[in-house]
C-alpha cells in the first residue's frame, strides 16, 4: 500500500533553516530512488532534489548549495535539510518516488513558508 507522509515543515524567517521528513512505505522505498518536489501557488509542482537507492543525489540549480537530500534506508524515510532559506523556497513540499507514477499516489505534502 502507498503511503508518503510529509513533515517538518513551517514559518521561517529567510536565511533560516529546516529539515523536511517523509516516512514512505515500503513497497514505495526499496530499491527505488526518490525526490523531494515542491508547488509554489500557481505554479507547476517542480522536482528539487533526488536521491537514488544508493546515496548520489542531484539538486535543481535554484537550491544547489542550498539543499541537501538524505535517505535512511532503515527507516524508509527520506529528508530534506533546506539552509539559507528564500522567499522564493515558499511552497508545499512533497516527496514521491523519482521518476514519478504517472498519475500516482502523492501525500498531503507539507508547508514552508519563507517571510519576515
Known amino acids: 500500500q502507498a503511503q508518503l507522509v510529509e513533515s517538518g515543515g513551517g514559518l521561517v524567517q529567510p536565511g533560516g533553516s529546516l529539515r523536511l521528513s517523509c516516512a514512505v512505505s515500503?513497497?514505495?522505498?526499496?530499491?527505488?530512488?526518490m525526490g523531494w518536489y515542491r508547488q509554489a501557488p500557481g505554479k507547476q509542482r517542480e522536482l528539487v532534489a533526488t536521491?537514488?537507492?544508493?546515496?548520489?543525489?542531484n539538486y535543481a540549480g535554484s537550491v544547489k548549495g542550498r539543499f541537501a537530500i538524505s535517505r535512511d534506508n532503515a527507516k524508509n524515510t527520506v529528508y530534506l535539510q533546506m539552509n539559507s532559506l528564500k522567499p522564493e523556497d515558499t511552497a508545499v513540499y512533497f516527496c514521491?518516488?523519482?521518476?514519478?507514477?504517472?498519475?500516482?499516489?502523492w501525500g498531503q505534502g507539507t508547508q514552508v513558508t519563507v517571510s519576515s
Open positions: 514521491n518516488r523519482f521518476p514519478v507514477i504517472p498519475h500516482g499516489y
Open positions: 536521491i537514488t537507492s544508493g546515496g548520489e543525489t
Open positions: 515500503r513497497i514505495m522505498f526499496s530499491g527505488n530512488a
